[in-house]
């Protein structure tokens, strides 16, 4: 059974469906802070837990026999600018008490990481697994801390902690949460809606990027590896690179999108600049065979499918 913490949250909303498709609707326990909706409540099991409530994690996890535990719940890059100390509290000590868990239960555990642990000296192109990581953000400097603290609870005590850095994800089902990367998402959003979009990142700064079903599906591949074929906890995980002004020319091959730049260096295009280009993620495509199928067109042609489904508010695309 594998329980999920921030299950309502863009990772966990697309990866709970392809996971209860896989193993079942019931040994998928869905767990979030916030309040689930009425089709969520419909498609199997959800409990209410905040990350930091003592011993709450861990009677949900003696009450359902659980075996994996995905702890999802963060704080994001730009959010966690404006609450360092919230952003401190549950991404450390969320991470802590769901770690903690995992070894007394003898759990595998996967927890994600981010591009943002890279800061100025990790090298911006084809950014390495293996490299100096000094990152500007709180969200960064919690999920290194997130990496070698997995390590360490898996060299120390054999817990199976597993992790992966994510570029920006794209997706349809959640509304963006807090990163730096929403802007993609929100130009998707604008474009349907007809409205002019002020896009806090420059028009040429580039980012890695994915589309959200070669997240959950890397991620289903990864969780399910044999332990034997990892060579490491945390490994890079890359789709493709773009810039929004790139983004921008995707979308308007299916229909117009006014947009405009804030001027000077925001939080997010400050973030954005510390981050890499794009990612090496040699190893993972060898160790345990991850390869993304989205390019950046085919990408914005789904979330013009996608998001109108998803959100019946959203005006369907004019053909
Ligand atoms: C953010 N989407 O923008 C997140 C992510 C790789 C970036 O961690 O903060």
């Known amino acids: 059974k594998i329980l999920i913490?921030?299950?309502?949250?863009?990772?966990?909303?697309?990866?709970?469906?392809?996971?209860?498709?896989k193993y079942g609707a019931e040994n998928v326990i869905v767990t979030d802070i916030n309040k689930a909706s009425d089709s969520?409540?419909?498609?199997?099991p959800f409990f209410h837990c905040n990350s930091l409530e003592s011993g709450r994690l861990e009677q949900l996890v003696v009450d359902n026999n659980v075996d994996w535990i995905l702890h999802l719940s963060a704080i994001m890059s730009v959010l966690g600018e404006k609450i360092p100390h919230q952003c401190m509290d549950l991404n450390i000590d969320g991470l802590r008490i769901a770690l903690e868990v995992a070894r007394?239960?003898?759990?595998?555990?996967f927890a994600p990481s981010t591009m943002a642990v890279f800061g100025a000296d990790a090298g911006k192109v084809m950014t390495k697994d293996d490299t100096i990581l000094n990152p500007t953000t709180i969200y960064g400097i919690t999920k290194v801390l997130l990496e070698q603290l997995g390590a360490y609870y898996n060299r120390k005590w054999g817990v199976d902690f597993r992790s992966i850095r994510y570029p920006g994800i794209i997706s349809a089902a959640t509304l963006p949460g807090g990163g730096t990367t929403d802007y993609a998402v929100h130009m998707y959003h604008y474009a349907l809606n007809n409205q002019t979009f002020n896009c806090p990142v420059h028009a040429n700064e580039p980012l890695p990027m994915m589309y959200i079903d070669d997240a959950v599906n890397g991620t289903v591949k990864f969780l399910e590896a044999d332990r034997s074929l990892l060579k490491r906890c945390t490994y890079n995980m890359a789709g493709f690179s773009f810039t929004p002004d790139e983004l921008h020319k995707s979308i308007e091959k299916h229909t117009k999108l006014s947009m405009t730049y804030e001027e000077g260096t925001s939080v997010a295009q400050g973030i954005?600049?510390?981050?890499?280009?794009s990612m090496d993620d040699t190893n993972a495509r060898n160790d345990w065979g991850w390869k993304p199928e989205f390019l950046l067109d085919d990408m914005t042609k789904v979330m013009f499918d996608e998001i109108?489904?998803?959100?019946?508010?959203?005006?369907?695309l004019q053909k």
């Open 5 to 21: 913490t921030g299950g309502l949250g863009q990772i966990g909303t697309d990866l709970s469906i392809i996971l209860r498709k």
């Open 40 to 44: 969520v409540l419909q498609a199997g």
């Open 104 to 109: 007394k239960h003898n759990l595998r555990i």
């Open 272 to 277: 954005a600049h510390s981050w890499p280009d």
């Open 308 to 316: 109108p489904r998803c959100h019946p508010a959203v005006p369907k």
